[in-house]
């Protein structure tokens, strides 16, 4: 059975830093591509940050770039996204997705598997 679990999220200040992990079981994370979307209420989920399958190449939405970073750390079966000068504006649950493929995509309905969430809460 697959399973994707989100951790490391939390209430901080606006300009405070935040890592978040998901770790995998059931599915070997070198084997897919892995990303993090975003989700608030009422909205649509939006992607954040994805590493692709074979290269470590990433990729990141415009709102995050040079503030986040996705890592893959394999041999703890586990993504990061190391978030930094947080804004009130990136208040939302953290979702860690896996797709098996060598690049994800930007799309969230076409990843296979979901954690259940991670809230991140920016006060400002």
């Known amino acids: 059975q697959v399973r994707l679990v989100e951790s490391g999220g939390g209430l901080v200040q606006t300009g405070d830093s935040l890592r978040l992990a998901c770790a995998a079981s059931g599915l070997t994370i070198s084997s897919f591509a892995m990303a993090w979307f975003r989700q608030t209420p009422g909205e649509e989920r939006k992607f954040v940050a994805r590493?692709?399958?074979?290269?470590?190449?990433?990729d990141y939405a415009d709102s995050v770039e040079d503030r986040f970073t996705i890592t893959r750390n394999n041999a703890k079966n586990t993504v990061y996204l190391q978030m930094n000068r947080l804004k009130p504006e990136d208040e939302a649950t953290y979702y860690c997705?896996?797709?098996?493929?060598?690049?994800?995509?930007?799309?969230?309905?076409?990843?296979?598997?979901w954690g259940q969430g991670t809230q991140v809460t920016v006060s400002s």
């Open positions: 997705a896996a797709q098996d493929s060598d690049v994800g995509s930007r799309f969230p309905t076409v990843y296979h598997y």
């Open positions: 590493v692709y399958r074979d290269y470590d190449s990433t």
